[in-house]
C-alpha cells in the first residue's frame, strides 16, 4: 500500500480585514485553478473554530493576531487543545510588535510573517508549511502501518505457537517415555518447528525442522513442512520415505528458493526401536542417565525442498530403557555472546556430561539456560528449537 500524501489540505487565512480574501484570490488565481492552493476564510478565532468543524481538511492557518471576538493568541491556545500535528498556524502581525509574535510562537505557532504582507514571502511560507505537513503526514501514516504490521505479527506468533504442540505432558496416560520441546523464536515469528504423534499403540513420531531465512517467509514454510511431514509420517511409512514424499511435495511448491532441514524418527514405545532420516539436519545425541551421550550416525542426505526425487534412507538403532534422544537446531550451537564467540558443539557436549538422571523438560531448560547465560546481552541471531524423548521402559 503506498503512501496517500497527496491529499488536498485547505489554507484558511483568518483576518478581519474584508479587503483581504479578495486580494489574497486574485494574487493566487493561477495556483486556485491548478488546485495547489484551496483558501477557506474566516474573520475571527471564533469563525475560524468554526471553519475547521465545517472543513477538517484545514491544514495551514494564516492568522492575524490582532482581532475582535476572539484575538490570534487565543486561537492559538484553542488549537493547541486539538493536539493535531498535522495543523500547522502561521501568525501575521505588524512588524514592531514581536512582543505578540514571541508568544504565538511560545504557544505552538509554525512560523510568522510581518505586515505589510510580501506576497513572495507569503508563498514560499506556504509551500514550506504544506512540505512539512505532508512530512508530518508520512511520519504518521508510516508510524500507523508498523503498528498494523506488529499487530498483525503478533496474530502470526500466536497462530504459530498454536500450530507446534504446547501441552505437557502431551499423553498423560502413556508411561513409556516422557517427552518436552521448546521454541524460541528470534523474531516475532520462526522458521524452527517442532511435532510429535502417535502413530498407532505402539510408535510415537518426533520431527525437528529448520527452514531456511526469518520472518513471515520462513513462517509459513515452516507450517507447510510440519503440516505436511505430520500428514504424511502419521500414516506409518518409514522415515526415509515420508521425507522423500514431503521433499517431492515441498519442490514442487517452493518458492524463493527456500528450504528445509529435517530429522524425523518414529519410536517403538515397546522395545525402544529408533528408525530415523535426517535431511541435513544437526544430528541428535542420545543421552543415558549417567552423563554419557553419543550422536545419532548422519546419513548424509541433503535438504528438503531442493532437488526433487531424492531417495532419503531410513537407518535405526535402539534405545535402552532410561535413554533419551536430544534434537536441536543450530541456533543452539550457533548462538553468539557479545564477543562475536560462538556457543558451540562442544559446549554443548559439555553441558550434556553434566546430565544424570534429568526428566525431559530438564534437559531442556538446562540448555536454553545455559544458551541465554553464554549469550548475555547478545541480540538472538536465530531460532533456539529443542526437543527430548526419553525411553522409559
Known amino acids: 500500500m503506498e503512501l496517500d500524501l497527496e491529499l488536498k489540505v485547505k489554507i484558511m487565512v483568518v483576518d478581519d480585514e474584508v479587503d483581504l480574501e479578495p486580494l489574497v484570490r486574485q494574487t493566487f488565481r493561477r495556483q486556485i485553478r491548478s488546485g495547489d492552493y484551496d483558501f477557506v476564510f474566516a474573520h475571527n478565532g471564533l469563525d475560524a473554530l468554526a471553519k475547521l468543524i465545517e472543513y477538517p481538511d484545514i491544514g495551514v492557518i494564516l492568522s492575524d493576531i490582532n482581532m475582535p471576538e476572539m484575538d490570534g493568541l487565543t486561537l492559538l491556545s484553542k488549537l493547541k487543545e486539538l493536539k493535531n500535528p498535522s495543523l ?15 508568544t504565538a510562537m511560545n504557544r505552538g505557532a509554525f512560523d510568522f510573517l510581518t505586515k505589510p504582507i510580501n506576497f513572495e514571502d507569503l508563498e514560499i511560507t506556504i509551500n514550506k508549511t504544506l512540505e512539512e505537513i505532508r512530512v508530518q503526514r508520512k511520519a504518521v501514516l508510516e508510524h500507523d502501518q508498523l503498528i498494523s504490521i506488529q499487530r498483525d505479527l503478533n496474530v502470526a506468533r500466536e497462530i504459530q505457537k498454536g500450530i507446534l504442540p504446547q501441552t505437557f505432558p502431551p499423553f498423560p496416560d502413556r508411561k513409556e517415555f516422557d517427552i518436552f520441546a521448546s521454541m524460541v523464536a528470534a523474531k516475532e515469528v520462526g522458521g524452527d518447528f517442532y511435532d510429535f504423534f502417535m502413530i498407532d499403540n505402539d510408535r510415537i513420531g518426533i520431527v525437528i525442522g529448520d527452514v531456511s531465512g526469518k520472518g513471515i517467509p520462513a ?4 507450517a507447510v513442512s510440519r503440516t505436511l511431514i505430520r500428514a504424511t509420517g502419521i500414516k506409518g511409512m518409514p522415515p526415509g520415505e515420508c521425507l522423500s514424499y514431503v521433499n517431492n511435495l515441498l519442490c514442487n511448491e517452493s518458492v524463493s528458493c527456500m528450504f528445509v532441514t529435517v530429522f524425523y524418527a518414529i519410536m517403538n514405545i515397546r522395545t525402544g526401536e529408533l528408525e530415523y532420516a535426517n535431511a541435513g539436519h544437526n544430528p541428535p545425541y542420545i543421552l543415558n542417565n549417567n552423563g554419557q551421550f553419543r550422536a545419532v550416525e548422519s546419513l548424509g542426505d541433503i535438504i528438503l525442498g531442493v532437488y526433487e526425487g531424492i531417495e532419503f534412507k531410513t537407518s535405526s538403532t535402539t534405545l535402552k530403557p532410561q535413554e533419551g534422544i536430544l534434537l536441536y537446531t543450530d541456533g543452539v550451537t550457533e548462538a553468539f555472546n557479545t564477543k562475536g564467540e560462538e556457543y558451540s558443539d562442544d559446549r554443548l557436549r559439555n553441558l550434556l556430561s553434566t546430565f544424570e538422571n534429568y526428566a525431559a523438560e530438564q534437559v531442556i531448560k538446562a540448555v536454553v539456560d545455559d544458551v541465554s547465560l553464554f549469550a548475555h546481552l547478545a541480540p538472538q541471531s536465530d531460532d533456539i528449537t529443542l526437543l527430548f524423548m526419553k525411553y522409559l521402559g
Open 88 to 102: 500547522k498556524t502561521v501568525v501575521v502581525s505588524a512588524y514592531g510588535d514581536m512582543e505578540n509574535i514571541r
Open 219 to 222: 513462517a509459513i514454510f515452516m
